[in-house]
């Protein structure tokens, strides 16, 4: 597919291909409400086990836990006033799926946007946002908002600073059809 093809196709090759790249023990299902909002696709991670000093030596104790949700939209234009809201929607669904008790240790809440055009200022903004969150006792653990555009018409994939581990999965998952 070049870039000349359609949107809906375009977005299609990339939410097919981000399954298709997902690691065995994500859970994903498409089309599903998160937050009020229809996803295109959630993956989601769980993890429990028991917790390692180092993270290789058991030390016993209850399991602890950890979680990955990435959400997949389609956004047709990109600009400062669509960061906004994108950016308030992402720290809604950390305050809504993030679960913090006395085992939790980290959640990332993953969200990636294919859009068809963007603006540059919106793309330079969405690099400074950043929402970690670190929560005391009782609870444990903290949460991070990792966040990815990818643009059709350039190509680029940008996120900000914590999602440049998920940038980097995301050009590796990036369709070969493209």
Not at 9 to 18: N, P, V
Not at 98 to 126: K, N
Request: proline share 7%.
């Amino acid at each position: 597919m070049n870039k000349q093809e359609n949107f809906p196709s375009y977005f299609t090759a990339w939410r097919d291909s981000i399954e298709a790249h997902l690691d065995p023990l994500f859970q994903s299902k498409r089309n599903v409400s998160v937050v009020n909002r229809l996803t295109a696709l959630h993956a989601q991670f769980d993890s429990n086990m028991e917790p390692k000093m180092l993270g290789v030596i058991p030390i016993g104790g209850p399991p602890v836990h950890s979680h990955e949700h990435r959400l997949l939209f389609s956004v047709p234009h990109f600009d400062r006033a669509a960061l906004d809201d994108w950016w308030r929607y992402a720290q809604e669904v950390q305050k809504t799926l993030v679960s913090p008790d006395p085992s939790h240790q980290f959640t990332l809440i993953s969200i990636i946007l294919i859009c068809q055009s963007a603006d540059a200022s919106a793309l330079a903004r969405l690099r400074w946002r950043a929402s970690e969150v670190s929560y005391h006792k009782p609870q444990a653990g903290w949460s991070s908002i990792r966040f990815s555009v990818i643009h059709m018409t350039s190509g680029k994939i940008t996120s900000n600073r914590a999602g440049a581990p998920l940038a980097d999965l995301l050009r590796a998952a990036m369709p070969t059809s493209l």
